[in-house]
């Protein structure tokens, strides 16, 4: 076949270096991808539902339809953002979820509520994701205390009062 390796050189390109497929995920997992997902979305389905003809009929509400085309682009734009610089995640989380709520005036009722609904649950996906620290994943995956622990577990043993520490003074009341 075309596609195919042949079996020697499929094995050592296995080895040496990692898929496209793997190589996503792990660029993925480093920033809140969903959340910033979820908020383009809500965006994309708020500038439809905001750009509607029914017939004679063109479905436009805001200032002058002004708000229904700003709100969106700048949903899509948060959740870019919040994938592509997820360092200020927190920052583009919070307006995007105020931006989402403010919606629910400003576009069609967000949207019909499911722009709004998305952008929602993507601006706090946003906020509430947490990266994980690197040197607990390769302690976890080791199975090894992370350096320092051990440390931090004498310097709390030592902080804590003895039995043989001398009692608070009473007041004098």
């Known amino acids: 076949m075309l596609l195919s390796r042949p ?3 499929a094995a050592t390109a296995m080895d040496d270096a ?7 995920r792990s660029w993925r997992r480093q920033r809140p991808f969903v959340g910033g997902l979820l908020t383009a979305l809500g965006g994309v ?3 439809f539902s905001g750009q509607l003809d029914l017939g004679r009929i063109h479905v436009q509400l805001g200032i002058e339809g002004l708000q229904a085309t700003i709100i969106p682009v700048l949903l899509v734009l948060l959740g870019v953002l919040a994938i592509a610089m997820p ?4 920052f583009y989380g919070v307006i ?10 400003g576009v069609n009722l967000g949207g ?3 722009g709004m609904l998305l952008s929602s649950i993507g601006g706090v ?11 607990q994943e390769s302690s976890e995956a080791s199975g090894a205390e992370p350096a320092g622990a051990g440390a931090d577990q004498a310097s709390a043993s030592a902080a804590e009062p003895t039995s043989e520490a ?3 003074p009473e007041r004098d009341a």
Do not use: D, N
């Not at 360092?87 to 927190?90: E, G």
């Open 7 to 9: 079996a020697a050189h």
């Open 87 to 90: 360092a200020h995640r927190i």
């Open 125 to 135: 996906l946003t906020v509430a994701r947490m990266p994980r620290a690197r040197a």
């Open 45 to 47: 389905e708020m500038f």
């Open 112 to 114: 019909f509520f499911i």
């Open 166 to 168: 001398e009692p608070w």
């Open 96 to 105: 995007a979820l105020a931006v989402a709520v403010y919606s629910l005036v």
């Open 18 to 24: 990692p898929t496209r497929r793997e190589r996503f």
